[in-house]
């Protein structure tokens, strides 16, 4: 038990370090930031944020797709989405052009999730136009990455 407890401890303490030492040590005083990590504009984890739950909604609706829906599979698949999303736009929290096209995105992502949960719960079939609103979904996310190579 107590060998647990130290190994707990000496967990959290190197989390920490790696959370917040890493870093300090990656942003040294006389650094330069690109624009794309100063306040106000899209960082490396927003992007990669909004990349991950939009991925990780394109390759698990497969299963979703035609009935019989396995509703307990699907809440928490949902659940998991929901939960991508929210970090993604907790980490999209500036005021570039590209911060408000990858939130613009993540939005679009939020509607199209609650559209097909309103389809799976009723029984009904999914929205015909998923592909195409998976489609634009992404084409935001390439235009934002675009618009960070801009500074923008």
Do not use: H
């Not at 370090?17 to 990656?26: A, E, I, N, P, S």
């Not at 939960?83 to 199209?112: F, M």
């Amino acid at each position: 038990m107590e060998r647990i407890l130290k190994l707990a401890i000496f967990a959290a303490v190197l989390f920490l370090v790696w959370k917040f030492g890493v870093q300090k040590f990656l942003n040294k005083p006389g650094d330069t930031a690109a624009p794309a990590t100063q306040p106000g504009f899209v960082s490396n984890s927003c992007i990669g944020a909004a990349n991950s739950a939009s991925q990780a909604w394109g390759s698990g609706i497969g299963r979703f797709t035609n009935p019989p829906y396995d509703v307990d599979a699907w809440s928490i698949f949902r659940s998991d989405i929901d939960s991508k999303i929210a970090n993604a736009q907790g980490q999209c929290a500036c005021v570039s052009e590209s911060c408000r096209k990858i939130q613009s995105a993540l939005q679009d992502l939020r509607g199209l999730v609650s559209d097909l949960d309103s389809s799976i719960r009723s029984g009904s079939a999914p929205p015909g136009d998923i592909v195409q609103r998976q489609e634009a979904i992404d084409r935001q996310l390439d235009e934002a990455r675009d618009l960070v190579k801009q500074g923008k």
